[in-house]
């Protein structure tokens, strides 16, 4: 299940473009029009958050050390542990660099703790997680998803819901990692009801992955055929290539273990295209060896 998080990612470090909601726009429009640096950031940050919900916002590696700048300026424990948290996920989904971006995401756990940000505390935390899962380190996965859950901020926080969700994914996900579908459903119905208040595209899209990937351990082929349906059906109207990344991976693996060799070299060849178009050698290699395990068959 490595890499399913990366349906919440951050945008291509290369200042690569999706379309833009109007919400989006309406804070470029603020942002461009106010010289307040503290204003500044919160918009900056604002615009990368909704990428997270929609997936649908533009923030180039312009921006994002933007806000490391101004965090710098006004030596501001919080802003700068946001910044750090969010060049973290440059270095993790964008370049493969684990070590640096654990090196980012601890670097922002002692600055998020002096703030008493528990909302970013949490976001490091899941995301430190997310980094040993990737890695394999399973033990450590599990160690810091619990971090995050007790991290997460109060319940009347605006924020609880966004982390929240992201907490039960990490759960499910290594649920999935453990080869124990019942207990990541039982998670995956929690972020759904979750995800119910926040009506996230990219969070429902996680989530019918992680259903298919559960039946698909369960034994339930045609009900984890009909989730990855769902979810590929979720992604095409989502404008981001990492989503589409994340689901024709487990698309492409649940074809290949039915033994679908014409539709699995079909994702197999997207998942390359998709690779190539964000340099990410991480998924290039992925394809490649979905392709070479094809070629074998």
């Known amino acids: 299940m490595k890499k399913i998080l990366l349906l919440i990612l951050f945008i291509s470090i ?33 615009i990368n958050e909704a990428f997270f919900e ?38 993790f989904f964008n370049t493969g660099d684990y070590s640096k971006a654990l090196e980012y995401f601890f670097k922002g756990v002692p600055l998020a703790e002096r703030a008493n940000d528990k909302r970013r505390l949490s976001s490091l935390y899941a995301d430190i997680s997310q980094v040993f899962e990737t890695m394999g380190y399973y033990d450590e996965q599990i160690k810091y998803i619990k971090k995050a859950e007790l991290a997460l901020p109060e319940k009347k926080s605006t924020m609880y819901d966004f982390m929240l969700v992201q907490v039960q994914i990490n759960y499910a996900s290594y649920f999935l990692n453990r080869r124990q579908p ?32 559960a039946y698909q351990q369960r034994g339930d082929v045609e009900l984890a055929a009909a989730f990855f349906n769902k979810a590929l059906a979720v992604t095409d109207s989502i404008s981001n290539a990492y989503n589409q990344l994340a689901v024709r991976q487990a698309y492409a693996e649940f074809l290949l273990a039915g033994n679908k060799i014409d539709n699995a070299r079909s994702q197999a060849f997207k998942l390359m295209q998709a690779g190539q178009q964000l340099n990410n050698s991480d998924y290039k290699l992925s394809a490649a060896g979905f392709l070479k395990r094809i070629m074998i068959r």
Not at 182 to 201: A, C, F, P, V
Request: proline share 1%.
């Open 14 to 46: 290369t200042g690569i473009s999706y379309a833009q909601t109007k919400y989006a726009d309406s804070l470029k429009a603020v942002l461009s029009a106010t010289n307040n640096p503290v204003e500044q950031f919160d918009l900056l940050n604002k």
């Open 54 to 91: 929609d997936g649908d916002a533009n923030l180039d590696s312009a921006s994002i050390f933007r806000m490391l700048l101004i965090a710098q300026r006004l030596n501001n424990d919080s802003l700068l542990a946001i910044s750090y948290n969010t060049i973290g996920n440059i270095y």
């Open 182 to 213: 019942d207990s990541s459903l039982h998670y995956i119905q929690g972020l759904n009801e979750t995800n119910y208040r926040l009506k996230g595209k990219i969070f429902e899209s996680v989530s019918l992955t992680l259903s298919a990937k």
